[in-house]
């Protein structure tokens, strides 16, 4: 699996846009980024993934480079409910061992 | 509605006591896997399971068990718990096409 590298922690304002950043720069080709967060001690929830196009659904937009060497989550308004560790992977989809989660952004909305 | 159901969700035991965690998911998928949460450490694999009568180990599979004899349970097994397999447990099973994981709410053990 190509590694992956987050800042440990952000914040963002109720109402705002949170931007979380994510640099894989030895991804492979056939390798899927995905977006997971942790809230509390709930089981990890997953919010998007993507291969090299930009992606978006009900919950965030995902953001990949041309070159695929790092990602963007971005959640347009952020709530407090969206206070989370954010997990980044990069991962083949039908690998056979499961995505092994690094530290993740403790991301803090806060009023 | 889909979901992937641990129990117990917690758990005091005491050392040398065997317990069975079990995890059950209602979405039909091959792939199955229990990890474990330490604070610092992140979530760590234990087992995995790409399909019934198919395991393989994790990165941290020392003092745990599983099997595979249907394709919806996969339980963790824990022959002789000590205090070090105090931990957060979450199992998972994964999408066949697109990938993305269903995670359990946890099942919160304290060995003592």
């Known amino acids: 699996d190509a590694k992956t590298t987050q800042p440990p922690s952000m914040d963002c304002a109720e109402g705002r846009a949170a931007n979380l950043p994510c640099n894989h720069s030895?991804?492979?080709?056939?390798?899927?980024v995905y977006w997971y967060r942790q809230i509390h001690s709930q089981g990890p929830q997953y919010i998007i993934h993507g291969l090299k196009n930009n992606e978006t659904n009900e919950m965030a937009s995902l953001i990949i480079t041309e070159d695929r060497k790092s990602s963007t989550l971005i959640l347009p308004h952020a709530t407090l409910r969206d206070t989370a560790v954010y997990y980044c992977?990069?991962?083949?989809?039908?690998?056979?061992?499961?995505?092994?989660f690094g530290g993740g952004t403790r991301l803090m909305v806060k009023p | 509605e889909a979901q992937v159901t641990q129990n117990p969700r917690y758990l005091i035991t005491v050392t040398g006591k065997k317990l069975t965690v079990t995890c059950s998911q209602n979405?039909?998928?091959?792939?199955m896997s229990w990890y474990r949460q330490d604070p610092g450490l992140g979530l760590r694999q234990i087992y995995y399971s790409m399909n019934v009568e198919v395991t393989d180990k994790g990165d941290v599979p020392e003092g745990y068990k599983v099997s595979r004899k249907e394709k919806r349970n996969f339980p963790l097994i824990l022959e002789s718990p000590s205090p070090n397999q105090t931990s957060l447990y979450f199992c998972a099973s994964r999408e066949r096409n697109t990938g993305e994981l269903f995670f359990g709410e946890g099942s919160r053990l304290t060995v003592l």
């Open positions: 979405m039909n998928h091959e792939y």
């Open positions: 030895t991804i492979s080709g056939n390798e899927y």
């Open positions: 992977i990069v991962r083949v989809v039908v690998a056979g061992n499961m995505l092994t």
